[in-house]
């Protein structure tokens, strides 16, 4: 956290003068394309396009890759264990307790019947988001999952899931028809159908919007309260600033952690509820 605030503090000396603090902010937290190692200077990514496409790499995309990378890397590894033996042993235990949780406490009792079908996919959410929320956390790195198009990205694949689920465990007609509660009034249908119509997209809407909102907010405050010692211009302020800056971010490692569970956990009560329609 040293480290960050060092950043912070230095780049905020060289910007003062030509940036106000709000532009300051958002160029710290959203995407670029380049990597920041400030003081030290930045890393400018490749520039590449596709049939008139930008395709060009970004800081969220190699963090991206990086957490794609660890996280095979760490489950090849935890499969490995269970060859050599079925009692888990070493950092094998330690990811065995999210694995178990996310069974168990996430997908059995949301799901029910069948869950075991949408585990794969719930981990690999899961996991995903974990390991993005905490890499985010480390200085000179960005978290990516505080960029809307990769939480709309997560949000589509529990879309597809959701339905995909629905319509094979009741039918593609039975699915849609077992959207309308019974015994709704025949005048009602219309407006039953736009509303269901429009809840099966404001759900992973929902999604999408609540995981990039947590995890951008945090990260806000925290550069916010640094800058204010150079927004008041006084070091005075600076035990008191960076105090709270250091509160906050004791407070986005436990905001990473609910955010990957939260994301998981209503992904699989969609599917719940789509699987296991109420007749």
């Given at each position: 956290m040293d480290s960050l605030a060092t950043r912070i503090a230095t780049d905020s000396l060289k910007n003062?003068?030509?940036e106000s603090g709000g532009s300051w902010i958002l160029h710290h937290v959203m995407d670029g394309n380049y990597l920041?190692?400030?003081?030290?200077g930045k890393v400018y990514l490749p520039h590449l396009e596709l049939f008139g496409f930008d395709i060009s790499i970004t800081r969220h995309v190699v963090f991206m890759w990086l957490a794609a990378i660890l996280l095979t890397y760490v489950f090849i590894k935890v499969a490995k264990s269970y060859q050599n033996s079925l009692v888990p042993k070493g950092t094998t235990n330690f990811w065995e307790v999210f694995i178990v949780f996310v069974r168990d406490e996430i997908a059995k009792p949301t799901i029910g019947k069948g869950y075991e079908k949408f585990l794969p996919y719930l981990l690999t959410a899961f996991f995903f988001i974990l390991f993005g929320n905490f890499l985010g956390l480390i200085p000179f790195s960005a978290t990516f999952?505080?960029?809307i198009a990769v939480t709309a990205t997560l949000a589509t694949m529990s879309f597809l899931a959701i339905q995909l689920g629905g319509i094979k465990n009741n039918g593609f007609i039975g699915y849609f028809k077992g959207l309308i509660p019974h015994g709704v009034p025949v005048f009602l249908l219309p407006i039953m159908i736009v509303v269901e119509v429009l809840g099966l997209f404001t759900k992973p809407f929902a999604l999408a919007i609540r995981l990039f909102a947590n995890m951008t907010a945090g990260h806000i405050v925290i550069y916010a309260l640094i800058s204010l010692i150079f927004v008041m211009q006084s070091y005075l302020i600076s035990p008191v600033s960076v105090g709270m800056a250091l509160f906050i971010y004791s407070l986005e490692v436990l905001v990473a952690?609910?955010?990957?569970?939260?994301f998981t956990m209503l992904s699989s009560l969609f599917i719940g509820m789509a699987v296991h329609q109420e007749h």
């Open positions: 003062s003068h030509s920041d190692f400030s003081p030290l999952t505080s960029n952690l609910l955010q990957a569970y939260i």
